[in-house]
């Protein structure tokens, strides 16, 4: 027979009386993430804020974040790339690591002599507000490019990657299902002799993923070929082809490991893609 004690414990169960509840997560401040590029973007030659990329979900005005970081004069035409993180909004370690990138670059300029960086370090405002993969929409963005899409995130990228016809694009993710460091290669015929070295500097702080298949891929040496249909990639039919990679670091490694790898990476994509343009100029 059940006493009061244990009908009153129904009753709270029931009604949530006395019972506690798992406090939702706390929403991230894209304020307090951007703040140090602001600071060093209000004084700094090579780091300009490019505001402006305004939308607006469920009645709440958001912004695109767009960085723009010239480097010192090359000795030919000047290179640009576009880096994307944070089309996942629960993957933040690629948020970090660019803006960790960013203010490497302002205090060591000649890592990007040569470039034109477009940065794009939230691309998925409303996603990494709320600590989830998909934008506030329930969709996910990167399944939704260059399919007539609704979402204004995944617009004004479009937007972005026609405009600014990049020689390169970068984006950063993490992946929860593997165990090491990987990448996809796409694009123009040089990208894997761009990924390989790229990977190579990751292995300096996380093992790389040499499984032959990965995320449901064929995979070589942590490399992969074939995509998603919808990711974030360069305009269709653009010619010529930029080269386009995705890096993909493991969830479970600690965040500065994850962080210090694709800082890594892209300071040699950049090192070594401005060699094969140096070289094929010579040609």
Not at 68 to 90: M, N, Q, S, W
Request: proline fraction near 7%.
């Amino acid at each position: 027979m059940c006493n009061c004690s244990c009908v009153l414990n129904e009753y709270n169960i029931a009604t949530g009386v006395g019972v506690s509840h798992p406090a939702a997560p706390r929403r991230r401040s894209i304020r307090d993430l951007l703040a140090p590029l602001e600071r060093i973007a209000a004084s700094s030659t090579s780091l300009v804020s490019n505001h402006g990329a305004n939308f607006e979900v469920g009645g709440q005005s958001y912004e695109l974040p767009r960085y723009l970081f010239l480097g010192p004069r090359g000795g030919g035409d000047t290179l640009r790339v576009g880096i994307f993180a944070g089309v996942h909004g629960d993957e933040p370690e690629g948020v970090h690591a660019l803006v960790r990138f960013l203010s490497l670059l302002d205090r060591e300029p000649d890592l990007a002599r040569g470039y034109c960086l477009f940065a794009y370090p939230v691309c998925n405002p409303t996603g990494f507000e709320d600590r989830t993969r998909e934008a506030r929409s329930g969709r996910d963005p990167n399944r939704e490019f260059w399919r007539g899409s609704s979402e204004p995130e995944v617009k004004l990228l479009e937007s972005e990657l026609v405009s600014h016809c990049f020689h390169g694009i970068i984006s950063l993710h993490t992946d929860d299902t593997s165990h090491g460091f990987y990448g996809y290669a796409h694009g123009a015929t040089l990208t894997h002799d761009l990924i390989e070295p790229a990977l190579q500097a990751a292995e300096q702080f996380l093992p790389r993923n040499g499984s032959s298949t990965i995320d449901g891929f064929r995979a070589r040496k942590g490399v992969i070929r074939h995509s998603y249909e919808g990711i974030l990639r360069a305009p269709p039919q653009v010619r010529p082809s930029p080269f386009e990679i995705t890096l993909e670091t493991p969830q479970a490694a600690p965040s500065f490991l994850k962080e210090a790898a694709f800082v890594a990476a892209l300071q040699v994509i950049l090192a070594r893609y401005r060699e094969l343009i140096a070289y094929a100029s010579d040609l």
